[in-house]
């Protein structure tokens, strides 16, 4: 008998407890980089500040969300990575559109409704992060796809192998 992967003899979290662990998690980033972008905002635009702050946020929240949201227990992968900046690159488009409205709506907003209007906008665009990155870039298939593949003895079809799939866990990117 075969031993199994860890993925195979733990599940997953279920999706409440996945969502209940990334409200805490990107949502404390989230709320934090919040007041970065406000006090980077005062050094530069508020476009680069936003933007230097989703990426700061992406890679920790990132690292997080492989470790502890999705319950894998390992560092996020460079695939993770990518698929993870590709959701926070939509996420930095919705919070940039919101303020551009509220500039366009509002001469002079106040930082309460400006924080606000950020804080609303990203709450909605993590709730669709959330969707993707479950669904998609942290998705269990994913794991037992590359780790099938790299077993001989369990032939892959060939409609799940793919080729530029890590050849298993030995492979994958570390992050320090």
Partial sequence: MDAATPDQQRPGPGALASFTRFVLCG??????CSFAVAALASWMPWTLANALATA????????????????????????????????AAAAYAVTCIAMLVLQHLVAVPSAF????????????????RFAVLRLVVFARHHAQRSTAAARPDHPVPASVAHPSAPAGPDTLCRAA
């Fill in 27 to 32: 949502g404390g980033i989230g709320t934090a």
């Fill in 113 to 128: 409704v400006e924080q606000a209007v950020y804080l609303t906008a990203s709450a909605l665009a993590g709730i669709a």
């Fill in 56 to 87: 700061a946020s992406t890679l920790l929240s990132t690292e997080l969300h492989a470790r502890f949201t999705f319950g894998a227990g390992n560092p996020a992968t460079r695939r993770q990575h990518l698929q993870s900046a590709g959701s």
